[in-house]
């Protein structure tokens, strides 16, 4: 009662109040304790409140191509939560990492090109819990890309259509960009005595940089200038032929012509020998899913010849699935771009099923791209045969929890079976 006695005085009611020389104090610190809470919730990327508050605020009060810059913007200033427990789970890497291309990545989630087109969120997305993120596509000059509007949601479908044309600040922006983050996480390493293991500058992660062609460029000389240009910058150089918005550009997926580019390029790379670490970037080719049976084995045979390292499959979709749409608007639907998210999974798992047929006896990489929106999809791409998965219009919608949230449900569903990521690439082949 003495000690109480210092702090609480009675009053007539006979109910004590704190005095006046330690209310503030109490308050103070209580104040401290909970804005502590509050921003430890708010930097956490596994906070609900992003999927279930900003993500849709974001949504009400921007159009698409608004939403994409605002969230671009968030994460070039580092105004983005982070995945605070990635180093938390050893058993995670155990069960989820993959060797790919020289590197054991933590875990087969991987970014898709497209959201971060100009590299300028790089570091703010591999803190989301990545463990591969690719940037672009990006073109030798700079262009403007499609009119707007070009960028479309389908919200009750998690979906959205894009005609953006490759809209691109240029090889040469980018390039200073990526001098800049270089040179800062370099001259880290070098302080401490040490190598850097990739251009992600973090264990086991990469950092791709998907090349495309300018709308008048040439169908070869502009990726050998995306290879000797940013290669340096790359871990991995993807070539991508398959964007449905820039005119002529899927043609390149014909056999004879694909070949020629691939082989070129491979060349050019050969050439290059390393990045700036020393290492050999692989080079990848980006597909279409609006393909038949022969075009898919047309271009795992052109792979083969060019001997490329691995293809991802697949990009957006000019198929319109009426019986996977939940949206009714038809005025929306028929836009003129490539659709993603929920609806082009079916599509691209079945391509992804069918270019295994045609790779399984090779040491190409396969990744799985294309409405990959839970541990489940990624789970059934793995049997498929991808070796990782990438995610893009999920990670718009649901935000930067996902990539987290992913690896929990993988991890969850992976031991229920007993086996490991790496144990399950290509389970389901006949």
Same mark, same amino acid.
């Given at each position: ?33 909970? &804005? ?26 921007? #159009? ?108 040469? /922006? ?12 370099? !001259? ?21 940089? /998907? ?6 460029? #040439? ?34 997926? /014909? ?11 491979? !060349? ?25 049976? $022969? ?25 319109? $699935? ?7 608007? !038809? ?9 993603? &998210? ?89």
């Amino acid at each position: 009662m003495v000690f109480f006695s210092r702090f609480f005085k009675p009053v007539q009611t006979g109910v004590p109040i704190l005095k006046s020389s330690i209310a503030p104090r109490l308050y103070l610190v209580g104040g401290l304790i909970g &804005g502590s809470i509050g921003a430890y919730y708010m930097l956490d990327a596994r906070s609900a409140v992003h999927e279930y508050v900003f993500c849709p605020l974001i949504r009400t009060f921007t #159009d698409a191509e608004e939403g994409h810059r605002l969230g671009v913007n968030l994460l070039k200033y580092g105004l983005t939560p982070k995945l605070l427990d990635e180093d938390l789970h050893p058993d995670y890497d155990q069960i989820l990492g993959v060797n790919v291309f020289g590197t054991k990545l933590r875990s087969p989630v991987g970014l898709a090109a497209g959201l971060d087109k100009d590299g300028e969120g790089i570091d703010s997305l591999f803190d989301c819990g990545f463990s591969y993120v690719e940037i672009g596509s990006i073109t030798p000059e700079p262009q403007p890309g499609n009119e707007k509007p070009r960028f479309f949601r389908l919200p009750k479908d998690d979906a959205v259509i894009n005609r953006y044309g490759f809209n691109s600040t240029g090889h040469f /922006n980018v390039i200073s960009t990526l001098r800049l983050r270089f040179n800062k996480f370099f !001259q880290r390493f070098q302080s401490h005595d040490e190598t850097p293991c990739s251009m992600a500058f973090r264990p086991g992660k990469l950092l791709g940089i /998907n090349l495309g062609k300018n709308k008048t460029g #040439d169908e070869i000389t502009d990726y050998v200038k995306g290879v000797q240009r940013l290669g340096p910058y790359a871990d991995v150089l993807i070539i991508n032929v398959s964007s449905p918005n820039t005119p002529g550009l899927r043609d390149l997926q /014909n056999e004879e012509k694909l070949t020629k580019l691939l082989t070129t390029v491979v !060349q050019e790379r050969d050439t290059l020998k390393t990045n700036m670490i020393g290492k050999k970037p692989p080079v990848l080719v980006k597909v279409a899913p609006d393909l038949t049976e $022969p075009e898919i084995e047309s271009i795992a045979s052109s792979a083969k010849q060019a001997q490329i390292d691995g293809i991802i499959i697949s990009n957006t979709t000019i198929q319109r $699935p009426t019986d996977k749409l939940i949206t009714t608007d !038809q005025q929306l639907i028929q836009q003129t771009g490539g659709l993603s &998210g929920k609806p082009l999974k079916p599509i691209s798992l079945q391509a992804l099923r069918t270019l295994r047929k045609y790779t399984k006896d090779s040491n190409l990489v396969l990744i799985g791209c294309g409405g990959i929106s839970s541990g489940k999809d990624a789970l059934e791409f793995g049997k498929a045969g991808a070796t990782f998965v990438e995610l893009y219009t999920a990670f718009a919608y649901r935000g930067p929890g996902l990539p987290g949230k992913i690896r929990d449900e993988l991890v969850a569903e992976l031991k229920k079976e007993g086996k490991t990521w790496s144990e399950i690439i290509g389970q389901d082949d006949p």
